[in-house]
């Protein structure tokens, strides 16, 4: 596989449930991203690891945890979630070398909380 | 703060009609500057990027120039097709190693 994969594709939990999602990218990228769209709404960044270590959080509520394990892999573990928290969560990843970074993403996972 | 501004759609346009859609930013210093296209189901793609004033990037049939003077990036195609139909978000680089988006804008190609 290359590029940026996500899974699940879709994922309908119950506000008492604990879930994660998984990102993996294969193209040799030393940063990684969690983006949550809304409809009508911007893409808010959610959390940025770069070399392994989370150097961004904007203010996520504490229900949202991520975890990258390696400079390939990021998942973001979820427990209970609120309906509102019913979105796109986008990973991406990119090679943080200039201010030229250029962002991979993947196809998303469609979050449904219930 | 730094931001980025998309006109709102959608934006409904006949086949082989000409398209623009509007973006202007809010940033420190000489951003690098992108266009990323998002279909039906799916995640986001690059479509074009500049890297500094002036550059004109393309790709599919879409262009969009660097302007610094406007602080603007406008994206343009001179005959849409149907499968053009989509989602269009501005972005550029802050130097925070993230990008930072504009809100997209919809198009909507009819046959």
């Known amino acids: 596989e290359t590029g940026v994969t996500q899974t699940p594709r879709h994922l309908v939990m119950g506000m008492t449930n604990k879930k994660s999602l998984k990102c993996e990218q294969h193209?040799?990228?030393?940063?990684m991203y969690w983006y949550k769209q809304s409809a009508k709404k911007p893409l808010e960044l959610m959390f940025v690891?770069?070399?392994?270590?989370?150097?961004e959080n904007n203010s996520v509520p504490s229900r949202f945890s991520p975890e990258c394990p390696n400079s390939s892999h990021l998942f973001l573990h979820l427990h209970t979630l609120q309906p509102e928290d019913s979105a796109l969560y986008l990973c991406?990843?990119?090679?943080?070398?200039?201010?030229?970074?250029?962002?991979?993403f993947g196809q998303g996972t469609r979050l449904t909380v219930v | 703060g730094n931001s980025v501004t998309q006109m709102e759609g959608p934006v409904t346009l006949s086949e082989e009609a000409f398209l623009t859609i509007n973006c202007t930013y809010t940033?420190?210093?000489?951003?690098?500057l992108f266009w990323y296209v998002q279909y039906p189901g799916e995640g986001l793609q690059l479509l074009l990027k500049?890297?500094?004033?002036?550059d004109k990037g393309s790709n599919k049939g879409f262009e969009a120039t660097y302007r610094k003077e406007t602080t603007s990036f406008h994206l343009e195609k001179g005959s849409v097709q149907v499968s053009d139909s989509a989602v269009y978000f501005c972005?550029?680089?802050?130097?925070?190693?993230?990008?930072?988006f504009g809100s997209g804008t919809r198009l909507q190609v009819q046959p």
């Open positions: 991406a990843s990119s090679q943080v070398r200039t201010l030229n970074t250029e962002a991979f």
């Open positions: 193209l040799g990228h030393n940063a």
């Open positions: 690891y770069s070399l392994e270590e989370r150097v």
């Open positions: 940033a420190t210093g000489y951003p690098s």
């Open positions: 500049a890297t500094k004033a002036d």
């Open positions: 972005a550029f680089d802050t130097g925070r190693r993230a990008l930072t």
